[in-house]
Structure formats: structure tokens, C-alpha cells
């Protein structure tokens, strides 16, 4: 399932020297106003975004309050196009036009929540991230943010079958406590959302993460369920509520479709059926998986029924 933000179209960027010279980073379509408590909700493509999950969930929030999209982020100084390639579509069936990796905000006002909120989605950067994360925590200090929070999904050894499983990180001792969130203590490899909470702090600006965990061994699929686990978390987390009923029905068909697929495979069903044992009794005995298949060949394999099962229709 995928959804989209309704609002108007982004100018394309442009790529002559006066165009670098002129135009600053953050393009403005319109400056809202008045905008009460937000909190930034950010969902980055690529590496933080296993399954589209994270990136659906914030659409899909932005759909249901009717967000509206209000300004962009040029991709010009922070995209390598060989990598994010831009896409071109044919218009009323004669001219061609481009369509750009956009990083793109939009306002969602909700009279009955205690806040508002500014949404933000795009790709994951390849360069500049320091000046990229600085741009967004100046656009949030304009607007009066008051929290920041990002969406991310990760590959992990999880069965579909059970909840997803969501994590959340935070940088305030309040939200820590309020929401039974733990304080960041991650070390290793980051992405954006690293970066940008990095930034976050030295503005500081109050920040919190939130990840769910996707089944790796179907992560070709856009995964509604785990979007779903994010949303109804996100809603926790900033105190604005949304009619998911959409998504819960996107999210059993997903499901009912998977255990189809995981049935007609004796080696993936099996796999599964390890990963739900271990589920159960995690604490008592961590899974090893080294008596079934590797989880890369079955995961390829799984995917290679997926896609055929498309083409058959």
C-alpha cells in the first residue's frame, strides 16, 4: 500500500551556476502560520526505511489529516543522481517532465489534538549530511517545533506473524520516562536519522526515534503492518490520533498474503516456524538458526516466489 500527501507540485531545480548561487537549500512554497506545539515527524527512504515501512507510515499519517506540502529541501547539493536517479513522466501524453528526489515538508493542523504537526519525507542524502540536518533544524526553530521525531524500519530476525516489534530511543528524560522509551545508547553505523538527533541535540531541540522491526526474509514487500505499529506508536508519542482503519485492512491482506506464500515453501515455513518458537521464549533460548537454511537464501528465494506470484497475477 502506499499513500501520498495531496499538495502543490515542486518547482524542478535547476543546475547552471546562477541557479547554485541564488536559490538557498530550503525552498519555500508558502510560510504556515500559527501553528500550535508542533512536532516534526521525519521518514527518510533507503537505508532507515526497511520494507517502505516507515516512509508509508508517514504518509499515510499526512494523508489522513489532510497535510498540505509547503516548502523543500533542493536536492542538487545532496543527492548523487547515479544512486537516486531522477525519474521522468510524460504530461497529458506529449511533454516530458522530471521528477526529482525532493525532500519534501508538509503541515497537518489538528484542532483537537494538543499539537500540530510538520511532516517531512524524502530519500536518504549521499552527501553533505551535517549542512542537510542543519537546514531541517533551522526550518524547526522557525516554526516553533518543539519535538522532533524520526520513523525508521530495520531488517531483523522476526516472524510476521507476531506484533511488530517497535524501539524507541529518545534524548529527553521526560519523554523517556512517559512513553517507557530508553535513552539512546546505540554504537555503530548510522544513517540520517542518527545524524539529524545528533544535530537535534547541539540545537537542543528535544528528539526521539522510533524503529520497527520487518522480517527479513520478506523485505521486497511493502510492509503495512509494521507502518500500522508505527503510526499507533508515533500517536502515543505526540498525542494526535488517526483513522487507520485503511491501513489495518492493507495490514491483514498483507499478512493473509504472507502466510499463502510461506505455506506453499516448506523450507521458508519452516524457518518461520522457528522464528515464532523463538518469539515465545526468547529470554530462555535465543534463536540460532544454523540447523535451517541461511536466512540470505532463503530470503532470496522468498522473493523470487513473491515476484513470480505477481507476474501470474
Known sequence: MTSTITGPRARAPGTTARYRETVPPLIWDRRPDALRAPALVCAFKGWNDAADSASTAVGFVGSALEGSRFASIDPEEFFDFQAT???????????????????????????????????????????????FCNVIVELAEALGVQMVVTLGALLADVPHSRPVSITGLASDDTLVERLGLRSASYEGPTGITGVLHSACAQAGMPS??????????????????????????????????????????????????????????????AFVERLEAAAEDVEETPFNPSDVPSGDTIAREFQRFLRQRGQDG
Open 85 to 131: 536517479r531522477p525519474r521522468i513522466r510524460l504530461t497529458e501524453g506529449r511533454s516530458r517532465e522530471i521528477t526529482w528526489p525532493e525532500t519534501e515538508l508538509f503541515e497537518a493542523r489538528v484542532p483537537r489534538a494538543p499539537r500540530d504537526l510538520v511532516l517531512l519525507v524524502g530519500h536518504e542524502p549521499s552527501y553533505r549530511w551535517r549542512t
Open 208 to 269: 526521539a526515534s522510533l524503529w520497527a522491526a520487518v522480517p527479513h526474509y520478506v523485505a521486497a514487500a511493502p510492509n503495512p503492518k509494521a507502518a500500522l505499529a508505527l503510526v499507533r506508536k508515533l500517536e502515543g508519542l505526540v498525542g494526535v490520533s488517526v483513522d487507520a482503519s485503511e491501513l489495518e485492512s492493507a495490514s491483514v491482506d498483507y499478512e493473509r498474503q504472507v502466510n499463502l506464500a510461506v505455506q506453499s515453501d516448506p523450507d521458508v515455513q
